[in-house]
Structures are given as structure tokens and as C-alpha cells.
């Protein structure tokens, strides 16, 4: 290679080499600039995320602990009831009938109007008869000439004219008209349908002119003074059982009042399958107030008083799960002091109620206070203030005003 070749080769590899290194040079100030630039931010996004870590936190706990809640309360006492065995009734009347026609027929004259009462023998509904009439008319005739025949056979027997079947057949053509005239008015009677009994009737289901077939439902009769309401109970009550025991009996179509009645009939057998005896009292309801099949409470009466804890019935959390209270209790801080009151949700066991009170059968003991009011907006441990100033009176014979 010549000299001069060598020079420039030389010389350009020189060259190279000190450009590679300006750059690295460059690189090496430029990730130095990017690393401190990185780690800058890095702080300033990690002192930014704690700032407001702190700040959720502190907004967390101010939004956790909410105000106590004011809320009524009331102390658990007990109380002496008389003792009762409860159950479910249904109300039924004496005596209830859903009038229909024995013999089919149209109807030719409709005399009650639907919500009447009437009096036992009252005329309700008559029937077309006119052609029962014509033939009673038909056989009637009949009746008289067998009788008249009757009367000459008796008159040409005694003078031995005729002989005694002569006589015998006029007595018995006689008796058999007697008897077709009897079978006509018999159905008449039965075209002609009265009020079995007395009683209140319920809504005509029936038109003028309608043809009704045998059966056909006319109209509901009920006698409503007195009724009866049926019931039952365990057999473990059997023993204390025993006729014309007094009888209470409350519905929810007349919140706040009862009816007395006595115990008039006991199932001389148990039900096989649910081991309960059936049982009937009998109430006067004067008003009528009571109608048949009416849902009632019924409480049989015992002789002896119980002692038996009781609570407001409003203080009672009804749920699919059970019934529960709020039972309010002082909560302890810090060094045994107590610093405020809070709730604690107790589930229980309730027995029969007594006008605005309800006997407890486990889950309290007495004195214990708890929330009768204000209980929908508590949950578990949350913190409470008791203003009774204008919670209402519990009674146990309550007689709220007329609506």
C-alpha cells in the first residue's frame, strides 16, 4: 500500500475513535440528566400519594363514625297475666246455608233483596207452578168424585146392592187421588222456597225469568247472633281443658277490641296427624260485628295468674330469621370509663301479646333497657341517645279515638 493510503486510513480511524467517544461521553451526561430527573419524579408522585392516602383516611373516619342516634327506650319488668293457651281461629256461623232449588224450575218471582235480613218462613224465591196448579185442579176434581162414589158404594153396601171389592175399589180410587193431589202440592211447596231460619242473606245470584237446575246457588243465608269460632290445640293442653271456659278473642278487623265467649265443645278424638284436639266456642256478637270466616286470635283462659317478663310491642324487630331487640348498654373505654351508649341486637323468643305489650319467653331478663322506638335506623353497636319526652303510653287495654 502506498504512504500516503496509509495516512488517510490512519488518520480516519483516528477520527472514529474520537467521534465513538464524544458520544458515549454524551450518552453517559444524558442518562446522568434522565436518572436524577427520574428520581425527582418519583418523589414528587410518592409524597403526592401519601398526602392523599392520609387525607382518605382521615375522610374515612370522619364518615365512619356517625352522630349517635336518638332513639326511645324502656326498662324489661315483669308483670303477672292471667294464663292463657292461644291459638288460631276461624269464625263460623251457627247455622249457614247457601240456598238452592230442589227441583229445577223458572224463576217467576224474586222477593228478598241481597244484604236483608229476614225472619224464619219468609217467602225468598217462587217458581212457574202454573202447571203444577192446573193439574192439582185436575186431580182435585177427581178427589171429589172418587169421594162422592165413595159415599153412594158405603150407601148401596149397607143395602147389600154391591158387593164389599166394589166398596174397596172406591176407597182406594179415593185415597189415590188424595194422593196425586198431595204429590202436586208438595211440589208446589217445593217451587215456593222460603228462609229456613233467621239469619242475614248475602248477594242474590239469581235474575227474574231464569230457568235454575237443581242445585243451582241462589243466595247466602247466615244466622251471625251468635257464632261459633273452631280452633285447636295440642294435645299436651288436653288435661287442662274443661267446658264452658271463658273464652277471648281478638281480629284485625277491629284492632284494639275483644270478644268474650265460652268453650262450648271439645272433639271426643285427636287429629292423627297434627296430635291437636278441635275445639268450638260460641260468642254472642250481638252487633253482628263478627262474620263468618273471619281470621281470629283466640286465647282460652286459665283459672291461675303467670309471671312473665314484658316488653312494648314496638320495640320488637320483626325478620324471616326471628325477632329481635335493641338492648342498650354503656360502652367501655379507655381504663374501664365509660364513655357513651351504644346497641346490641338481641334476638327473642315472644309469647302471646296483651294489648300494646308482648310477654317474652327467653332471650331478656328484667331491668335490661332496650329501644321501643327509632329501631328501624339501628344496626349492631352503634351509638345511641334516650329522649323519652315524647314517646307514647303502653297500655294493655288500649282504646285508641274513632277514625
Given at each position: 500500500m502506498k504512504p500516503v493510503a496509509v495516512f488517510k486510513a490512519a488518520n480516519k480511524t483516528l477520527k472514529a475513535v474520537g467521534c465513538s467517544r464524544k458520544v458515549s461521553r454524551f450518552v453517559e451526561n444524558m442518562r446522568?440528566?434522565?436518572?436524577?430527573?427520574?428520581?425527582?419524579?418519583?418523589?414528587?408522585?410518592g409524597g403526592l400519594s401519601g398526602v392523599k392516602t392520609l387525607q382518605i383516611r382521615k375522610l374515612m373516619a370522619q364518615t365512619m363514625t356517625n352522630p349517635p342516634e336518638t332513639v326511645s327506650s324502656v326498662v324489661v319488668h315483669e308483670d303477672r297475666w292471667q294464663g292463657a293457651l292461644t291459638a288460631i281461629g276461624s269464625i263460623t256461623a251457627v247455622q249457614g246455608v247457601t240456598i238452592t232449588p230442589e227441583i229445577p224450575g223458572t224463576v217467576k218471582k224474586i222477593a228478598f233483596e241481597s244484604g236483608a235480613a229476614v225472619a224464619q218462613g219468609d217467602l225468598l224465591v217462587l217458581l212457574d207452578v202454573s202447571n203444577e196448579e192446573a193439574q192439582l185442579r185436575s186431580i182435585e176434581a177427581q178427589s171429589e168424585l172418587?169421594?162422592?162414589?165413595?159415599?153412594?158404594?158405603?150407601?148401596?153396601?149397607?143395602?147389600?146392592?154391591?158387593?164389599?171389592?166394589?166398596?174397596?175399589?172406591?176407597?182406594?180410587?179415593?185415597?189415590?187421588a188424595q194422593a196425586s193431589a198431595d204429590a202436586i202440592k208438595a211440589t208446589i211447596e217445593k217451587k215456593t222456597i222460603r228462609a229456613p231460619f233467621a239469619g242475614r242473606l248475602g248477594i242474590r245470584q239469581i235474575n227474574l225469568g231464569q230457568y235454575l237446575e237443581t242445585g243451582k246457588p241462589i243466595v247466602s243465608l247466615q244466622s251471625l247472633a251468635p257464632v261459633h269460632v273452631d280452633f285447636s290445640l295440642p294435645q299436651q293442653d288436653l288435661a287442662r281443658l274443661k267446658k264452658d271456659m271463658r273464652v277471648r278473642l281478638t281480629t284485625d278487623a277491629y284492632p284494639g277490641r275483644s270478644f268474650e265467649g265460652v268453650l262450648t265443645a271439645m272433639n271426643p278424638d285427636l287429629d292423627a296427624d297434627t296430635r291437636s284436639v278441635g275445639l268450638q266456642a260460641t260468642l254472642e256478637n250481638a252487633d253482628q260485628a263478627l262474620r263468618p270466616g273471619m281470621y281470629a286470635r283466640v286465647e282460652l283462659l286459665l283459672s291461675e295468674e303467670q309471671q312473665v317478663l314484658v316488653i312494648p310491642a314496638t320495640s320488637i324487630l320483626s325478620a324471616p330469621y326471628g325477632d329481635s331487640v335493641y338492648v342498650i348498654e354503656p360502652k367501655a373505654?379507655?381504663?374501664?370509663?365509660?364513655?357513651?351508649?351504644?346497641?346490641?341486637?338481641?334476638?327473642?323468643?315472644?309469647?302471646?301479646?296483651?294489648?300494646?305489650?308482648?310477654?317474652v319467653e327467653s332471650g331478656l331478663k328484667a331491668g335490661e333497657r332496650i329501644v321501643s322506638s327509632g329501631l328501624f335506623k339501628l344496626r349492631n353497636g352503634m351509638a345511641v341517645i334516650e329522649n323519652n319526652s315524647l314517646s307514647p303510653k303502653n297500655e294493655q287495654a288500649p282504646t285508641p279515638p274513632d277514625r
Open positions: 446522568g440528566k434522565y436518572a436524577s430527573i427520574l428520581l425527582f419524579l418519583v418523589l414528587v408522585v172418587a169421594k162422592i162414589n165413595l159415599a153412594r158404594a158405603k150407601a148401596l153396601r149397607a143395602e147389600n146392592t154391591v158387593s164389599q171389592s166394589e166398596l174397596d175399589t172406591a176407597e182406594a180410587t179415593l185415597k189415590q373505654g379507655t381504663n374501664g370509663a365509660t364513655s357513651e351508649l351504644v346497641v346490641r341486637q338481641q334476638f327473642v323468643r315472644t309469647d302471646r301479646a296483651r294489648g300494646d305489650f308482648v310477654a
